[in-house]
T-cell receptor, first 113, second 112 residues
Framework: EAQVTQNPRYLITVTGKKLTVTCSQN?????MSWYRQDPGLGLRQIYY???????DKGDVPEGYKVSRKEKRNFPLILESPSPNQTSLYFC????????????FGPGTRLLVL | SQQGEEDPQALSIQEGENATMNCSYKTSINNLQWYRQNSGRGLVHLIL?????REKHSGRLRVTLDTSKKSSSLLITASRAADTASYFCATAYNQAGTALIFGKGTTLSVSS
């Protein structure tokens, strides 16, 4: 089954404690992206990657890092989480064919105390 | 901001009625996509309309695009309680559709 998986699904942590949210897709997609969703603000893009070793900033990259060492994986790293990073995070992937649509993971709900 | 704007923010209807949601955007696009999100879950792609298309259908969904007005509408006909969800438009600024800008969404509630 074609899917995007994220782990963990729920996470409570404390300020400053480094964490990683993993994202994996099994569709051989070149493109992967991370979004955060906050009430009243919709989805905002954090980082995206067009292929292995190619990453770029989205609209709200501050406080986040990503890496793309393998095509299927695109982890999101919070080196020093802060309470304003409490949010619902989604990973997505798509092919680079014209008109490609994005497939979303189930989301990771993060609470930073 | 290039962000699209959906209208209305919330919509409540009875089963069997039609639901119409609108989306406006600010700059030229390659395509426009509609997504659905059930509460707290991931987004699911519904339909894509290219900038050179004016109308598209998929089952009970009908999407229109007016590039001169920079607006789109999503019509769900004969709504069901299972259609209750948030609906987002996303505008794509590149051909591959990877540069997506999402609106804030319309929350649809369908009561039986």
């Amino acid at each position: 089954e074609a899917q995007v998986t994220q782990n963990p699904r729920y996470l409570i942590t404390v300020t400053g404690k480094k964490l990683t949210v993993t994202c994996s897709q099994n569709m051989n997609h070149e493109y992967m992206s991370w979004y955060r969703q906050d009430p009243g603000l919709g989805l905002r893009q954090i980082y995206y990657s067009m292929n292995v070793e190619v990453t770029d900033k989205g609209d709200v990259p501050e406080g986040y890092k990503v890496s793309r060492k393998e095509k299927r994986n695109f982890p999101l790293i919070l080196e020093s989480p802060s309470p304003n990073q409490t949010s619902l995070y989604f990973c997505a992937s798509s092919s680079l064919r014209p008109g490609g649509t994005q497939y979303f993971g189930p989301g990771t709900r993060l609470l930073v105390l | 901001s290039q962000q699209g704007e959906e209208d209305p923010q919330a919509l409540s209807i009875q089963e069997g009625e039609n639901a119409t949601m609108n989306c406006s955007y600010k700059t030229s696009i390659n395509n426009l996509q509609w997504y659905r999100q059930n509460s707290g879950r991931g987004l699911v792609h519904l339909i894509l309309i290219r900038s050179n298309e004016r109308e598209k259908h998929s089952g009970r969904l009908r999407v229109t695009l007016d590039t001169s007005k920079k607006s789109s509408s999503l019509l769900i006909t004969a709504s069901r309680a299972a259609d209750t969800a948030s609906y987002f438009c996303a505008t794509a600024y590149n051909q591959a559709g990877t540069a997506l800008i999402f609106g804030k969404g319309t929350t649809l509630s369908v009561s039986s």
